[in-house]
């Protein structure tokens, strides 16, 4: 059973950079059939898309990445293989980026896109202040 | 990408039917057969209920449904239970991924 767990700090100063790590059990990260995702929640809104990671393709990331624009210049998605995880790096952050951060799976059906997300790992927390 | 419209708030009574839309446009909803809907209870992760528009995953009640015309989607809860008093988010493929506003379901 696929289940995916989110780490890391839960405090950040403004303009360090944010890094979670999402640790995935129940299947390989290098499985040619999900992609992975991070997806935030300000406190008391809405669900904002980060961006995801396929294993597939080359990249110094150790997959395809594909990012929220409003976002696409401060993220790295990344794969560790040897762990079993893969990470967000979020860049400059201010009092805006503070939210709880989710990671998730996507399925990739047979020739078709992935697109929705399932399972999701329980969130954690990130507040940006000095 | 603005995010999907949604009702901030939709209520009704137990057995009832409601229905939640989220409108986009003609580059995302309108576009792709790719529409999820998520139920968040509070202080909880959110659960997909919805896929590909109208598809349920296994364990998900058969009360909740989905659809699509045009540039809108919904989402119908048949016979409404206490345990659907949730938020509820629609995602739409569109290249990326855009979530909706949000709706807060309230059994009266």
């Known amino acids: 059973q696929l289940h995916l767990q989110e780490s890391g700090p839960g405090l950040v100063k403004p303009s360090e950079t944010l890094s979670l790590t999402c640790s995935v059990s129940?299947?390989?990260?290098?499985?040619?059939?999900?992609?992975w995702g991070w997806i935030r929640q300000p406190p008391g809104k809405g669900l904002e898309w980060i961006g995801n990671i396929y294993p597939g393709g080359s990249s110094s990331y150790g997959g395809t990445t594909s990012y929220d624009p409003s976002l696409k210049s401060r993220v790295t998605i990344s794969i560790d293989t040897s762990d079993n995880q893969f990470s967000l790096r979020l860049t400059s952050v201010t009092a805006a980026d503070t939210a709880i951060y989710y990671c998730?799976?996507?399925?990739?059906?047979?020739?078709?896109?992935?697109?929705?997300?399932?399972?999701w790992g329980q969130g954690t927390l990130v507040t940006v202040s000095s | 990408q603005s995010a999907l419209t949604q009702p901030a708030s939709v209520s009704g009574s137990p057995g009832q039917s409601i229905t939640i839309s989220c409108t986009g446009t003609?580059?995302?909803?309108?576009?792709?057969?790719?529409v999820s809907w998520y139920q968040q209870h509070p202080g909880k992760a959110p659960k997909v209920i919805i896929y590909e528009v109208f598809k349920r995953p296994s364990g998900v009640s058969a009360r909740f449904s989905g659809s699509k015309s045009g540039n809108t989607a919904s989402l119908t809860i048949s016979g409404l239970q206490a345990e659907d008093e949730a938020d509820y988010y629609c995602c739409s493929y569109a290249g990326g991924f855009i979530f909706g506003t949000g709706t807060r379901v309230s059994v009266l």
């Open positions: 003609i580059n995302d909803v309108g576009s792709y057969h790719l």
């Open positions: 129940g299947v390989s990260i290098s499985s040619n059939t999900y992609l």
């Open positions: 998730a799976s996507l399925f990739l059906p047979r020739n078709a896109v992935a697109n929705w997300f399932d399972p």
